[in-house]
């Protein structure tokens, strides 16, 4: 109900991203994915944010449950030539949906690949997206790769 009012693809997006960022912190059914979704397919968001749309359409499946259909977007996201925090972003929402599917060697290499583009990307840690890379690489660690040396909190 809280969401009822967007009516925008691109702050249905956001609002999904910004939600979804903790797992189970809210109920899914209550954000506006299926708007995102739609206007996705519908209004063919501009090239220059496809990177960025596909990685936030990666963690609204990863969080319903759909690892595969995560990393199918992440694939998508990366055909677009990501920025280093979209490839950390990429990453380690990738290192999730692959542990959850049992590929426990590709998810460590996901985690050590996100975890080094951000240790170079110091200049650029109070950005919202270093940032939110920072949390989702910080739950990847927790859950695939306990020894990683991960950025220990999201500002460091």
Known sequence: EHFTPIRRGMTAE???KACLLIPDAIEIDQLPHALFSKWMDDE???VALAKWLWTSQALVALRLGQPDTAIDFINKSEEQSPTDVNKALNRAIRALAQHHVG???KAHD???QATEILNRMEDARYNFDVLIARILL???VALVDDDSKAPESPVP
């Open 44 to 46: 063919q968001p501009p």
């Open 103 to 105: 590929e426990f060697e």
């Open 138 to 140: 910080r739950e990847a």
């Open 110 to 112: 996901d985690v050590r």
């Open 14 to 16: 956001q609002t999904c």
